[in-house]
C-alpha cells in the first residue's frame, strides 16, 4: 500500500527497495487529496495497482481506515496497527515532532472554502484515535506522542 506517494525520478534504489516489498504482492495506491497525485501513475503502472478514491471503504485486509473530511475535501488514512495517521494537507509537520494545522491559505484552493474553525472541527473528529505517528505529507513527521502533538495543533490559536 502506497499513501500519496512520491518517487524521486530515475532513483533506482528507491525502485529497488519498493520492488522488493510489492513482488508476488497486490498492491494498492491511496490518495488523501486531489492535490496529491503526485507519482501516482508511476506507481500505478509499476505495480499494476488498484486506486481507489478517497471516500471509499479501504476493504478490511489493507489494515487501514479512512477518515473523509468533506469540508477539506481530504481523507485522512488511520493504520491501527502502527497507531499512525496518514493526513494529506490539513496537518504539516513543525520541526522536532510537533504539529500544526494547515494555513488558512490553503483552504482558499477548496471548493467549500472551509473556515480555520471548520477545519479544526473536522480535524478534531481524530482527536479520539490512539495515535502514536503522524506521517505528515509537508514537514517533519510526528514520530512519537502524535495524539499529544494531534492536541497541542487543535488547540492552538
Do not use: K, N
Request: hydrophobic share 45%.
Amino acid at each position: 500500500m502506497f499513501i500519496d506517494p512520491l518517487a524521486v525520478a530515475d532513483h533506482g534504489a528507491f525502485w529497488s527497495w519498493a520492488d522488493d516489498r510489492c513482488r508476488d504482492r497486490e498492491v494498492v495506491v491511496l490518495e488523501t487529496i486531489r492535490f496529491h497525485r503526485r507519482s501516482r501513475e508511476a506507481f500505478l503502472a509499476r505495480y499494476s495497482a488498484a486506486t481507489m478514491a478517497p471516500q471509499s471503504a479501504v476493504p478490511p485486509r489493507w489494515g487501514v481506515e479512512p477518515h473523509s473530511l468533506p469540508a477539506t475535501e481530504e481523507t485522512v488514512f488511520w493504520i491501527p496497527e502502527h497507531r499512525a495517521l496518514v493526513p494529506g494537507d490539513v496537518l504539516l509537520g513543525t520541526g522536532g515532532g510537533g504539529l500544526s494545522l494547515c494555513p488558512e491559505s490553503w483552504l482558499e484552493e477548496l471548493s467549500e472554502q472551509p473556515t480555520l474553525a471548520e477545519l479544526r472541527a473536522a480535524v478534531g473528529l481524530l482527536r479520539d484515535l490512539d495515535v502514536e505517528l503522524v506521517l505528515v505529507s509537508h514537514g517533519d513527521p510526528a514520530l512519537s506522542d502524535g495524539r499529544a502533538e494531534l492536541a497541542r495543533a487543535l488547540d492552538a490559536p
